[in-house]
């Protein structure tokens, strides 16, 4: 079956960085779009970055723009999301998600089980 295991979440002040991962199996990952969303406590999810099978595209929401980057490893079934200039306001579970249209939609077929990510102030 289809598995999506995120990793990399953690515990860190403002200002610094993480790097999360998310590695799939049990899919063609190349033929998929890939996302990363978060939801804090009370909020709704919110994807926060997506990319494209090959890569050529992404997205960000305007509150990472600028300080989260995405990107992927087909060779090794990977998306990263690489989080720079963390502000309290990050604090979330982070989710991946893959998606076989050629962009992430609202309801990607597939979801990770999260991974937190805490920003001490």
């Known amino acids: 079956q289809v598995q999506l295991v995120e990793s990399g979440g953690g515990l860190v002040q403002a200002g610094g960085s993480l790097r999360l991962s998310c590695a799939a199996s049990?899919?063609?990952?190349?033929?998929?779009?890939m996302g990363w969303a978060r939801q804090a406590p009370g909020k709704e999810r919110e994807f926060v970055a997506t990319i494209t099978w090959n890569g050529g595209t992404t997205y960000y929401a305007n509150s990472v723009k600028g300080r989260f980057t995405i990107s992927r490893d087909n060779a090794k079934n990977t998306v990263y999301l690489h989080l720079n200039s963390l502000k309290p306001e990050d604090t979330a579970v982070y989710y991946c998600?893959?998606?076989?249209?050629?962009?992430?939609?609202?309801?990607?077929?597939?979801w990770g089980q999260g991974t937190q990510v805490t920003v001490s102030s």
């Open positions: 998600a893959a998606d076989h249209r050629s962009y992430v939609t609202t309801r990607p077929d597939y």
């Open positions: 049990g899919l063609t990952f190349s033929s998929y779009a």
